[in-house]
């Protein structure tokens, strides 16, 4: 009997491991099914699965309406996202992580997700700001330079959050490393935009929902997928 439930608990403990390190789509390719516009219910038509990507075409919002941040339903603690971005001509995006869904606390993604910066350096002048440029942990640390591809191009990305330590890579290069919550991080908020009152929970919640950001410019995504730390 003793034999017996030390296999039942070593399968269970097995498949718990399996279950932790399985990665899961967040995009079928064909819908919006599993997200929404930040304070909506579904997803705003200005985000549509074109080719296998996950686009967002400005074109379709009428008086600033139809778009907005596009949230993952699903919250995440310690996680692996990877996916693919590619930023339209003179674009601006990003990849928001740790969002809290709370549009009557929080009036935007960004008062308590940080982003991982989507954009086309040579052509938007956001990228005049050191720590504005593509790959860059926003307005926070100036990544590793070199890596990312011109617009109109895929760049892959892994960003990992995993025990404290996160880690944000762009086409299989380590463009910035840190540490969560210690005091270096808590100085580089403070250096930040994020320092103002409007978003006094900015990096301090270390679980949330993935976002996609409208920036008002053309963005694709694909192969969005994650795995569970």
Do not use: C
Not at 128 to 136: E, F, T, V
């Amino acid at each position: 009997m003793k034999k017996i439930l030390l296999a039942v608990f070593t399968l269970l403990a097995i498949t718990q491991v399996n279950a932790q390190g399985k990665w899961t789509s967040l995009f079928d390719g064909k819908t919006t099914n599993g997200w929404h516009s930040y304070g909506e219910k579904t997803a705003g038509p200005a985000w549509k699965a074109v080719d296998g990507g996950l686009v967002f075409d400005p074109s379709v919002k009428v008086n600033d309406k139809g778009g907005g941040d596009l949230v993952s339903n699903e919250s995440f603690n310690d996680f692996h996202l990877q996916l693919e971005w590619k930023i339209s001509k003179n674009g601006n995006s990003g990849i928001i992580f740790f969002i809290q869904d709370n549009p009557e606390k929080y009036k935007n993604t960004w008062y308590t997700g940080p982003e991982f910066q989507v954009l086309d350096n040579e052509g938007h002048p956001d990228a005049k700001i050191i720590s504005h440029r593509a790959g860059n942990l926003y307005d926070l640390i100036v990544g590793n330079e070199g890596h990312v591809k011109p617009y109109g191009e895929w760049n892959k990305v892994d960003i990992i959050s995993s025990k404290g330590l996160l880690e944000l890579i762009m086409n299989d290069v380590t463009v910035v490393k840190t540490h969560l919550g210690d005091d270096a991080w808590k100085e580089l908020i403070r250096r930040s935009k994020f320092a103002k009152g409007e978003s006094p929970d900015f990096g301090k919640i270390f679980s949330g929902h993935i976002g996609l950001q409208d920036h008002g410019n053309e963005v694709a995504f694909r192969n969005i997928k994650i795995q569970k730390l």
